[in-house]
């Protein structure tokens, strides 16, 4: 079994061991003991929950997931820890989730590792059940993990579940039937893209004080990456701190394909109206990456298959509103947020999203980024992946294919390019 070794100091409070009160003094024996210390649980690993595409505006040969018996993710942690606990969430547009087993494990480049096999609890029962919108957490379980690891959480449902879609990075071995998630191979399971049910895994860590939110769309969820285990720039950036040896700190990736700054609809809820949720709220949070606002940009006015009552048109003004309002409520919390300038997207194949009129905003609100001073700080994304001969289009080394996403060369370099000091 693999062992991480805690090396921060851990800080203790003393407190008497004995204390004998008489009417005119008080005595307090010499001898005492540290309690036992808080535990310090932190985000290793997150999945924002999104909302369904309607099925009549589907891309071609994409449907909406149905899941049912055994799941089994494969998540990559940013952070070590001796104990570990998940979340599960159906997110808004599960009507009810409902798990009667779970497991937790740690694999290596042939799989599950048997003797790490951990069932999971929910406040000491094997199942629980959550109504749409809420999150539950399992017990926490002695299991040391190591930045880096690759852990196995398998689940097994009640009954059946319709996730929402998600880019094909994001995907889970599904095994109909009966509880087999204590299994170490799933015979026979296929694998299905769907939004994660899992949401979250904590590691309690003492030495960790330092939480990096990613929080945008599709570009920081990862999508063009080869590698599911590898989510674009945030996984790439989590290799460099363990290059670097800082084992003080974790990343989360709050990013969905799709996701706007200002608008509900198909495509996930706000970021205005999630920021709480999955930014403020992720345990340990104490910076903020914020990287949003291309698909407010590219959906503005659209009308997709006659709907066009959430693609309002949308200005510069609008996007410096909505990041100013983000940035007033990490500063009210404490957090740190840095602004991430937003990446080209001249020559995308979908009509209309890309315009050299949406790129005069998309150059504007960059400008503000770099300038205002709003930010805590500032990562230039655009100056890192632009073709330097067309400053509207991503350079063809970085270009994943649809020129909107990077490749995961792009994302690396994304990742190369983000000053470490900044969390130092």
């Not at 891309?59 to 899941?67: A, F, H, N, S, Y």
């Not at 960059?366 to 067309?390: E, G, H, K, M, T």
Request: hydrophobic content about 40%.
């Amino acid at each position: 079994m693999l062992s991480t070794p805690i090396c921060a100091a851990v800080r203790y409070t003393l407190l008497a061991t004995g204390i004998l009160v008489a009417a005119a003094c008080t005595t307090i024996q010499d001898t005492q003991q540290p309690a036992t210390a808080r535990p310090n649980w932190v985000a290793t690993w997150t999945s924002s929950p999104s909302t369904p595409i309607p099925p009549e505006i589907l891309p071609p040969g994409v449907t909406t997931p149905q899941l049912e018996g055994n799941l089994r993710y494969l998540m990559r942690v940013s952070a070590g820890g001796n104990s570990v606990r998940i979340a599960l969430s159906g997110g808004p547009s599960v009507p009810k989730l409902a798990i009667d087993g779970a497991t937790i494990a740690l694999t290596d480049a042939t799989g599950i590792m048997p003797e790490t096999m951990q069932k999971l609890s929910f406040n000491d029962q094997v199942g629980v059940s959550l109504l749409s919108g809420g999150t539950v957490w399992s017990d926490p379980v002695a299991l040391p993990v190591a930045s880096g690891n690759v852990l196995a959480v398998s689940v097994h449902l009640v009954g059946p579940v319709s996730p929402p879609q998600a880019d094909k990075q994001l995907v889970v071995s599904m095994l109909p039937g009966d509880d087999r998630t204590a299994e170490i191979v799933l015979e026979g399971a296929e694998t299905i893209v769907a939004r994660p049910l899992v949401t979250a895994i904590l590691v309690d860590n003492p030495s960790v004080n330092r939480v990096i939110v990613a929080f945008g769309d599709s570009i920081t969820d990862g999508n063009g990456s080869a590698d599911p285990l590898t989510r674009g720039w945030p996984d790439y950036l989590a290799a460099r701190f363990r290059a670097e040896g800082l084992q003080n700190i974790a990343i989360a990736n709050q990013g969905i394909g799709g996701n706007r700054l200002l608008e509900e609809g198909v495509l996930g809820e706000s970021a205005l109206t999630r920021f709480d949720r999955d930014a403020l709220s992720v345990p340990g949070v104490t910076h903020i990456i914020l990287m949003e606002g291309i698909n407010d940009i590219g959906l503005s006015g659209f009308t997709l298959n006659g709907m066009s009552d959430s693609y309002r048109t949308l200005g510069t003004h609008d996007i410096i509103a909505a990041y100013s309002q983000l940035i007033s409520r990490a500063h009210a919390r404490g957090v740190t947020i840095i602004g991430a300038t937003l990446t080209p997207d001249l020559g995308s194949p979908l009509p209309g999203y890309a315009t050299e009129g949406k790129e005069v905003i998309r150059q504007e609100v960059n400008d503000w980024i770099r300038n205002s001073a709003a930010f805590d700080a500032v990562i230039d994304f655009d100056a890192i992946v632009r073709d330097p001969d067309n400053e509207g289009r991503l350079a063809r080394a970085y270009n994943s294919g649809d020129s909107i996403h990077p490749s995961d060369a792009g994302y690396r370099a994304m990742a190369d390019a983000i000053d470490l000091d900044l969390f130092r």
